[in-house]
């Protein structure tokens, strides 16, 4: 147990058996209806300093086991993640600070994981969720063409870009040139359910978004903003052939 964001986590999975070898392991995560994956198919069956996102109360983490022929087998189990307890400029710190740990690193994975851990707390700060759009952005920039990584980043863009309408123009405009591009990256390879779902669902997103806004529009929503005492602007109006496990050996652990 622990806290989104601020609690690192460790997952172990053993005793898979399998007469196609060798066996990869892919993480996923379901939080709140949505799935995300923390790591694609590797033949590590460990996975070390995740950050996850909160639960209601919790989250199920899955591990897929697969084997050379494509057979596949998962195992599932439950993590309770609470809310994180930083708020405001420290949670825009903390958020920077594993965004700037991972792109150190050279670590992906590590930038998705952090944006969709983040993306609960976010969501009331326009220039956060604008960081994070962009983190994505250079993620989406140096992407592999794999089935695995597209799914793995499409999910985690979507975490951050899922509320048109509460984007700026400039972090909608770089969401928008990554769906593209990860788009792109599917041509010959194909394309995962899931991240197809998610790209469809951020294009309809961000249709809500004032990038796609007519100028009239534009011009009738500023023209509802009033200029208080003090300066401020308030707005008025409405705004594996076969694969199996021997015993339950899966674990995760903060």
Do not use: H
Not at 22 to 36: D, Q, V
Not at 78 to 106: C, H, I, K, M, Y
Not at 160 to 165: E, F, K, L, R
């Amino acid at each position: 147990r622990g806290f989104a964001l601020e609690t690192k986590f460790r997952m172990t999975t053993e005793r898979w058996v399998t007469e196609e070898p060798p066996l990869k392991y892919a993480f996923k995560t379901l939080s709140n209806g949505t799935e995300s994956t923390l790591r694609g198919p590797t033949m590590s069956s460990s996975l070390a300093d995740v950050v996850l996102p909160e639960g209601l109360p919790n989250i199920t983490v899955t591990v897929v086991a697969s084997d050379m022929l494509g057979g596949s087998a998962d195992a599932t189990t439950s993590v309770r993640v609470g809310p994180t307890q930083v708020q405001g400029e420290a949670l825009a710190n903390l958020t920077t600070g594993l965004l700037d740990e991972a792109f150190a690193l050279g670590s992906g994975e590590g930038v998705c994981q952090t944006v969709v851990a983040a993306s609960g707390s976010s969501s009331g700060d326009p220039a956060l969720t604008s960081t994070m759009i962009g983190a994505m952005g250079s993620v989406v920039g140096g992407l592999d063409p794999d089935e695995s990584l597209v799914e793995q980043t499409s999910s985690a863009l979507a975490s951050v870009a899922s509320n048109g309408s509460a984007l700026e123009v400039s972090a909608a405009s770089s969401a928008l040139d990554s769906i593209g591009s990860l788009a792109g990256a599917s041509t010959g390879i194909g394309i995962t359910a899931v991240a197809a779902a998610d790209m469809g669902n951020m294009l309809s997103s961000l249709l809500t978004s004032s990038l796609f806004e007519s100028d009239e529009s534009r011009r009738r929503r500023l023209s509802n903003a009033t200029l208080n005492a003090n300066g401020t602007m308030n707005l008025n109006g409405t705004n594996a052939s076969m694969i199996t496990r021997s015993a339950a050996a899966s674990s995760v652990g903060a």
